[in-house]
Each structure stands twice: as C-alpha cells, then as structure tokens.
C-alpha cells in the first residue's frame, strides 16, 4: 500500500531532525532539535507501527523510509539508553549514611514572573536543603524569599530583571565568594568555597546561560562558551567541586557531553533517569535542563525531581555526598585530542551582542 503524504513527509522529518544535531552549527535551528531525543523515539515508534499495521509497504520508496525509520529508532534508542535505569551509573550510590560529608542542594528555576512563592517555602521545608540556589529571581522574588534567611545565614545575591537574576542560599559557611560576569555582561554566574560541617572545603559553581532560541539568542556560541569556561575552571580546581544549575542545554547535548569530558565532572542522572525539568506546564515537551555535576570525590545518596511550583521548571533535589575513597569507585569521562580542539575552537569564537 502507498504510504499517504502526510504520514510520509512527517517520516523524512523524525529522520532529518535526528540527523541535524550532527551538522556541528551554533545556529539555533541546528541546536534545538537536540533537546527532544525522547519524544522522537516514540514518535519514530508509533509511525513504525501505523505503517506495518496499517500501510504494509508495497513499493520501493515505502520499504526505504520503514528501514530508515528502523534505524532511526536503534539510533535514538542507543543515544537514549544511558540516561535509563539499564545505563552504567556514573557516579556510585553513598555507602554511608548521610552525615557531616553530605550537602543537599536545590535548584529551582522559579519564573520571574511566578507568582507561587509560597510553594517553594513549602518545598524547602519538604527538602531540607543545606544549599539552595534560585535563577530568574528578580528584587520581588528575594524579598520573598529572604525571610528564610535566618535558617540560611550564608548568601550570595545577584537580582536582576532580566530573567538571570541568581540568589544562593546556605547553611554552610561560604568563603571566597565571588560573581562573575564570564560571557556576557548581563548574565551572571557564581564561583564559591563552601564549608561542610565535616570541615572539607569544596567549589562550587553555580550558571544559568542563556538558551539558543530566536527570542533569546539565535546561536548557542555564548552558552556553550560560558559552559566551557566553568569547565576549564573545574578541571583546574585541586577541592572538590560541584557545578549546578540551569545550563539551558539537554543532558545528553555534545556541548554538555564535551563538558563533562573537559572538566572531568560526573552526572548522577546517568543510570538513574531522564529526570526531566522542563517544562513543566506541558508534559509531552519535557527535557533535563537543570543540571547537577560533581568531581569523582562525591557519591549519590539521593536525587529527584520535585512537584511543580507554578514555574515552567521542576525543583531538582539531590545529596551529595563527599567521599574520600569514591575516587576508586567513580570513573571520570576523559577529554580526548580532538575534544580538547573542539573546546579551545568554541571559547575561541567572537561574541555577539543580540
């Protein structure tokens, strides 16, 4: 049977939006189809099945898109695979129960124009967290906020009304606090040392770059520069180190593979789940945007994602914690020659102002 236009033209597309994020282009359009792996996997699925239920091929053109759309889906399900449960874990689960080695940290991207500031004192109480980080936070969203500030003595604030304000929150002491401005000079990040309640001192790095999008900017060069940077900075750093935040760019992006590679970082999400962040108004259009990363020296005690608090994002929860001999037991990606070339070519690259 002749397979119906529709149904052919939307097969080309599954396909060519699987092959577009190989073209290694800044340009948004190129970028943006790396965020929906999952959703095309089953998408690829259901057409595989409307077609061999349905319209049996009978004609050449007919069995080349079905064998296409069949390699198309091992290929989706290859790039998918380590981010489920049957993935190698990245970095091991805890062997010891939680103590003055573990930080507990949430991210929450809270919408600067959400008004539901109350559901995030509800889920700080729920979370118990000893780092809190808050990115779209604006002047109203810190006076909101502030009243935790008796639990969470520690700060560093940057409110903006831009959309990347950044506020810290911590029980633990923090040292060598500084905000950077790495890319842009309207987009912050943080670079700090923070005191366990063990006495170790770790770094951690806190970013929320700006996404690839028309209404944004239209090229991915100044995130995957910012991203990069952090990374270097990481790899340098001799403590212990975390990175967290909205990176605005999907776990499984070569731009956020390659910064794992560079810098040397884990994600605790492989193995364990997509965890999914955003967004969280529409369930079908839901992607890791929130990311925690951590040196070999931290294990996992627990990570999960949070109910939603009327922003486009979920909370992310996660404890880490650190441990001396988990170097042995953590494998740390590894940069190879041409992943250290391609680095060096993205923080080479001029920057725009859009």
Not at 50 to 61: D, K, R
Not at 146 to 156: K, M, V
């Amino acid at each position: 049977m002749t397979l119906p236009l529709p149904l052919l033209c939307f097969s080309l597309f599954l396909i060519i939006s699987t092959l577009i994020p190989l073209i290694r282009h800044d340009y948004w359009i190129f970028r943006i189809f790396e965020y929906p792996r999952l959703q095309k996997l089953i998408l690829n699925l259901i057409v595989i099945l409307i077609i061999t239920v349905w319209y049996m091929p009978e004609n050449t053109v007919a069995w080349i898109v079905l064998a296409a759309l069949f390699l198309n889906l091992l290929y989706l399900c290859y790039q998918v695979y380590p981010f489920t449960i049957l993935g190698t874990k990245q970095i091991v689960k805890s062997r010891n129960p939680p103590g003055d080695n573990n930080v507990r940290l949430l991210i929450a991207n809270v919408y600067q124009e959400n008004r539901r500031a109350a559901d995030y004192h509800r889920i700080i109480d729920q979370c118990n967290p000893d780092l809190i980080l808050l990115v779209e936070t604006n002047l109203w969203w810190q006076k909101q906020m502030d009243s935790i500030s008796s639990d969470y003595p520690h700060q560093l604030k940057i409110p903006l009304e831009n959309t990347y304000g950044m506020i810290l929150y911590s029980r633990f002491e923090l040292e060598n606090g500084q905000v950077n401005f790495l890319v842009e000079d309207d987009i912050p990040s943080i670079e700090v040392d923070v005191r366990l309640r063990s006495g170790v001192l770790i770094r951690l790095f806190c970013l929320h770059p700006q996404p690839p999008v028309p209404q944004e900017n239209p090229r991915s060069t100044e995130r995957d520069k910012e991203i990069l940077m952090i990374a270097k900075k990481a790899k340098k750093c001799a403590q212990p180190v975390i990175v967290i935040g909205d990176l605005n760019d999907v776990a499984w992006s070569y731009t956020t593979e390659l910064f794992s590679k560079i810098s040397g970082l884990l994600d605790p999400r492989r193995g364990r789940g997509f965890f999914n962040s955003f967004n969280a108004k529409y369930f079908f259009l839901r992607f890791p945007l929130d990311h925690i990363f951590c040196s070999t020296d931290f294990t996992l005690t627990s990570i999960q994602r949070l109910e939603s608090c009327g922003s486009d994002h979920f909370p992310m929860c996660a404890d880490l914690q650190f441990d001396s001999d988990s170097e042995a037991r953590n494998e740390a990606p590894v940069a190879d020659q041409e992943d250290k070339e391609l680095a060096e070519e993205k923080l080479a690259k001029p920057i725009e102002i859009f």
